[in-house]
Nanobody
Framework: VQLVEFGGGLVQAGGSLRLSCAAS????????MGWYRQAPGKEREFVAA???????YVAHSVEGRFAISRDEARNLLYLQMNSLKPEDTAMYYC???????????????????WGQGTQVTVSS
Protein backbone atom coordinates (compact mmCIF):
# COMPACT_ATOMS: atom_id res chain seq x y z
CA VAL A 1 0.00 0.00 0.00
CA GLN A 2 1.32 3.43 -0.96
CA LEU A 3 -0.14 6.69 0.26
CA VAL A 4 0.54 10.11 -1.27
CA GLU A 5 -0.82 13.29 0.23
CA PHE A 6 -1.34 16.51 -1.68
CA GLY A 7 -3.22 19.78 -1.38
CA GLY A 8 -1.18 21.47 1.33
CA GLY A 9 0.09 25.01 1.05
CA LEU A 10 0.13 28.48 2.54
CA VAL A 11 -3.18 30.01 3.56
CA GLN A 12 -4.25 32.97 5.66
CA ALA A 13 -5.99 32.49 8.97
CA GLY A 14 -9.69 31.93 8.43
CA GLY A 15 -9.12 30.31 5.06
CA SER A 16 -9.75 26.77 3.86
CA LEU A 17 -7.78 23.94 2.32
CA ARG A 18 -8.70 20.45 1.23
CA LEU A 19 -6.07 17.79 1.62
CA SER A 20 -6.21 14.62 -0.44
CA CYS A 21 -4.53 11.29 0.01
CA ALA A 22 -4.24 8.88 -2.90
CA ALA A 23 -3.94 5.20 -2.08
CA SER A 24 -2.43 2.64 -4.43
CA UNK A 25 -1.17 -0.92 -4.31
CA UNK A 26 -3.09 -3.50 -2.27
CA UNK A 27 -5.89 -1.08 -1.51
CA UNK A 28 -8.45 -3.85 -1.05
CA UNK A 29 -6.70 -4.61 2.24
CA UNK A 30 -7.31 -1.14 3.64
CA UNK A 31 -9.98 -0.72 6.30
CA UNK A 32 -9.76 2.42 8.39
CA MET A 33 -7.92 5.58 7.36
CA GLY A 34 -6.92 8.70 9.20
CA TRP A 35 -5.10 12.00 9.28
CA TYR A 36 -2.38 13.04 11.69
CA ARG A 37 -0.27 16.16 11.94
CA GLN A 38 3.04 17.12 13.44
CA ALA A 39 4.24 20.63 14.10
CA PRO A 40 7.96 21.43 14.58
CA GLY A 41 9.08 20.48 18.06
CA LYS A 42 5.80 18.76 18.87
CA GLU A 43 4.60 15.18 18.92
CA ARG A 44 2.46 13.70 16.19
CA GLU A 45 -1.18 14.48 16.85
CA PHE A 46 -4.34 12.68 15.79
CA VAL A 47 -6.62 14.81 13.62
CA ALA A 48 -9.40 12.67 12.15
CA ALA A 49 -10.29 9.11 11.21
CA UNK A 50 -12.86 7.25 9.15
CA UNK A 51 -13.82 3.60 9.45
CA UNK A 52 -14.42 1.21 6.58
CA UNK A 53 -18.12 1.66 7.22
CA UNK A 54 -17.93 5.43 6.93
CA UNK A 55 -18.08 6.41 10.60
CA UNK A 56 -15.93 9.44 11.34
CA TYR A 57 -14.26 10.98 14.35
CA VAL A 58 -12.32 14.22 14.61
CA ALA A 59 -10.11 15.54 17.37
CA HIS A 60 -11.62 18.06 19.75
CA SER A 61 -9.11 20.67 18.62
CA VAL A 62 -10.51 20.66 15.08
CA GLU A 63 -14.11 19.69 15.73
CA GLY A 64 -16.52 21.87 13.78
CA ARG A 65 -13.74 23.06 11.44
CA PHE A 66 -12.31 19.90 9.86
CA ALA A 67 -14.11 17.02 8.20
CA ILE A 68 -12.79 13.71 6.90
CA SER A 69 -14.31 11.84 3.99
CA ARG A 70 -13.42 9.01 1.67
CA ASP A 71 -14.07 8.21 -1.98
CA GLU A 72 -13.49 4.49 -2.20
CA ALA A 73 -14.25 4.37 -5.91
CA ARG A 74 -11.35 6.74 -6.58
CA ASN A 75 -9.17 5.47 -3.70
CA LEU A 76 -8.98 8.94 -2.21
CA LEU A 77 -9.12 10.20 1.37
CA TYR A 78 -9.93 13.85 2.05
CA LEU A 79 -9.52 16.31 4.88
CA GLN A 80 -11.56 19.47 4.45
CA MET A 81 -10.12 22.18 6.67
CA ASN A 82 -12.09 25.36 7.27
CA SER A 83 -11.54 28.36 9.54
CA LEU A 84 -7.85 27.59 9.68
CA LYS A 85 -5.77 28.96 12.54
CA PRO A 86 -2.02 29.53 12.82
CA GLU A 87 -1.89 26.67 15.32
CA ASP A 88 -3.04 24.32 12.55
CA THR A 89 0.34 24.79 10.90
CA ALA A 90 1.97 21.37 10.63
CA MET A 91 2.95 18.54 8.34
CA TYR A 92 -0.17 16.50 7.69
CA TYR A 93 0.02 12.75 7.16
CA CYS A 94 -2.55 10.23 6.03
CA UNK A 95 -2.49 6.70 7.32
CA UNK A 96 -4.14 3.38 6.49
CA UNK A 97 -5.05 0.50 8.75
CA UNK A 98 -5.43 -3.09 7.59
CA UNK A 99 -7.12 -4.24 10.76
CA UNK A 100 -10.89 -4.42 10.91
CA UNK A 101 -12.61 -1.97 13.22
CA UNK A 102 -16.21 -0.84 13.37
CA UNK A 103 -15.18 2.46 14.89
CA UNK A 104 -12.66 4.95 13.51
CA UNK A 105 -9.09 4.13 14.50
CA UNK A 106 -7.57 6.85 16.64
CA UNK A 107 -4.39 5.16 17.85
CA UNK A 108 -1.35 5.75 15.66
CA UNK A 109 -0.01 2.32 16.56
CA UNK A 110 -2.93 0.68 14.77
CA UNK A 111 -2.05 2.19 11.42
CA UNK A 112 0.06 0.09 9.09
CA UNK A 113 0.96 2.53 6.32
CA TRP A 114 1.80 6.22 6.28
CA GLY A 115 2.27 8.80 3.59
CA GLN A 116 5.18 11.23 3.33
CA GLY A 117 3.11 14.20 4.40
CA THR A 118 2.02 17.53 2.99
CA GLN A 119 2.84 20.85 4.63
CA VAL A 120 0.10 23.20 5.74
CA THR A 121 1.11 26.69 6.84
CA VAL A 122 -1.44 29.15 8.19
CA SER A 123 -0.35 32.76 8.42
CA SER A 124 -1.84 35.18 10.93
Amino acid sequence: VQLVEFGGGLVQAGGSLRLSCAASGSISRINGMGWYRQAPGKEREFVAAISSGGSTYVAHSVEGRFAISRDEARNLLYLQMNSLKPEDTAMYYCAASLGYSIVPVTSAGEYDYWGQGTQVTVSS
